[in-house]
Nanobody, 127 residues
Framework: QVRLVESGGGEVQAGGSLRLSCEAPGRTFSTYIMGWFRQAPGKEREFVSGIGRSGGTTTYVESVKGRFTISRDNAKNTVYLQMSSLKPEDTGVYYC????????????????????WGQGTQVTVST
């Protein structure tokens, strides 16, 4: 079992920045591919970004490219999502997810391919 704990959400004005963190206590963090998803009110959960086990592979949904940056620090068992130039449409609950992957660099975008989920952190972008 992997416990994921997100932090860093909050309310910010459009154009502002936030950094989300997701900590996964344990010594096997580097064997997990990590992803960030978000869910806006009344909408389905959508993939935002993902990162491979070593951090060498990253992927983003088109709407956040150039504004969001995902990174990880395996020594700290933590994955980050730096969000800049935030827009009201970025509002939602952001979830951290983990997928066990002993080998390979495939970073999935489907939520069903992730094994573990955090409780979510609210991000609200106001105009």
């Amino acid at each position: 079992q992997v416990r994921l704990v997100e932090s860093g959400g909050g309310e910010v004005q459009a154009g502002g920045s936030l950094r989300l963190s997701c900590e996964a206590p344990g010594r096997t963090f580097s064997t997990y591919i990590m992803g960030w998803f978000r869910q806006a009110p009344g909408k389905e959960r959508e993939f935002v970004s993902g990162i491979g086990r070593s951090g060498g592979t990253t992927t983003y949904v088109e709407s956040v490219k150039g504004r969001f940056t995902i990174s990880r620090d395996n020594a700290k068992n933590t994955v980050y999502l730096q969000m800049s130039s935030l827009k009201p449409e970025d509002t939602g609950v952001y979830y951290c997810a983990a997928r066990l992957a002993i080998y390979g660099s495939y970073v999935p975008a489907r939520s069903a391919e992730y094994n573990y989920w955090g409780q979510g952190t609210q991000v609200t972008v106001s105009t």
